[in-house]
């Protein structure tokens, strides 16, 4: 938990629902805050170093936020690669995808670059592998939904295959994300042929 100079103390908790306010309580709601990003603290539920810093990064100064990731490795903290480059996602969905692809280790797909005329948000490009997410808010609406869909019919007429994850599975179906991705993204085993017995 972070101490600001108001004196209030920030909590962050795992839903959108709303609840109370308290007196010296700055309360944030997430609904993308999951259980591999939270760990205990003297028997307290806190969020890991990594995902503090990430969420600092909405916030603080970038002075202040170098010096919480200095002092977060100066003090041993295990810090994953997701704060060695500036992420090129566009929004929370693109994060929490491109965060899932390397908590699973899989190929580091291209974040938002040209496929002809269109921007897919991921591409495998020796697998010729897309990855569309899908928020609602972004999504909605029948132009939108049109555009989707050619967009779509067009890669895949140019050798494309699209996958496309909601956000809901993406939150909470991350096992069945990953084994679609990795199933595209690891090529089939040859089949053996069987061994003849010598019929001589």
Known sequence: MLTPPTGSI???????????KRQGIALHRSST????ETTLRHGIPVTS????????RRTATPEDLGKAQREAEFRGYRLDNDLDEPEPTRNELERRFLRLCRSAS????EVNVPVGDYVPDFLWRQQ????ETDGWGSHRGRATFEHDHRRQARLVAAGYEVLRFTWRQVLYEPDEVVAAVRARLTPPKPSLEPIRADSR
Request: hydrophobic share 40%; charged share 15%.
């Open 128 to 131: 010729r592998l897309i990855v």
């Open 33 to 36: 805050l999951t259980r591999q």
């Open 10 to 20: 920030a909590i962050t908790v795992p839903t959108i629902a709303g609840r109370s």
């Open 49 to 56: 170093p990594t995902r503090t810093l990430i969420d600092l």
């Open 106 to 109: 899989l190929p580091s797909p």
